[in-house]
């Protein structure tokens, strides 16, 4: 019998994230010089934030390329951070490879094509609620929120959860 997600869960030490339509909405303003500005959600990060400090791996490939979203994500506390990645199964390759991680304890979740083949690679495959249809199919779990919305704050919490850390990241915050 397959495992659920809520039982792969347990066995995940990895956050890996694409960026457009996950952390942000997949929409850009592109302004007179051509700049393209992003929108992400401050529960995402706190989340991203929080997952960090309870000792989780978190890594962010990406097929687009701004030092804002670097920086922003770095602010964060994020170290890996993979920004105009052609291919994001090589970055997956080597990720894992330098921190000794099986693909078994990875979740990742991405929106669109060019996440298709990494997904088919890890653990666990989630997608917002408004992914395209190619990557909701091959998702083991669809998050009831969109991307920019909480999606990545939904598969954070619920792993955290499971694992009995999310209750002790906070207690620690109140100490
Ligand atoms: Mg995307």
């Known amino acids: 019998m397959s495992k659920s997600y809520k039982e792969i869960m347990n066995q995940i030490t990895t956050f890996i994230f694409d960026v457009d339509g996950v952390l942000t909405d997949g929409s850009v303003h592109v302004t007179q010089s051509g700049e393209m500005l992003r929108v992400m959600n401050i529960r995402d990060g706190f989340a991203m934030k929080a997952a960090v400090e309870s000792g989780y791996n978190v890594c962010v490939i990406s097929g687009g390329s701004s030092e804002g979203v670097r920086i ?49 690679l890890v653990g666990l495959p989630t997608c917002p609620q408004d992914a395209s249809p190619e990557i ?11 991307g920019g919305r ?16 999310w209750d002790t990241y906070f207690n620690g915050k109140h100490d």
């Open 72 to 120: 922003r994500l770095r602010n964060l506390g994020i170290t890996d951070i993979h920004l105009a990645c052609p291919d994001k199964v090589e970055n997956f390759k080597e990720y894992i490879d330098i921190y000794n991680i099986f693909p078994e304890q990875v979740l990742y979740m991405g929106d669109d094509i060019p996440d298709f083949h990494v997904m088919k």
């Open 136 to 146: 909701k199919e091959i998702s083991q779990y669809i998050s009831h929120k969109n």
């Open 150 to 165: 909480g999606a990545v704050r939904d598969v954070i919490e619920q792993v955290m959860r499971v694992q009995g850390k």
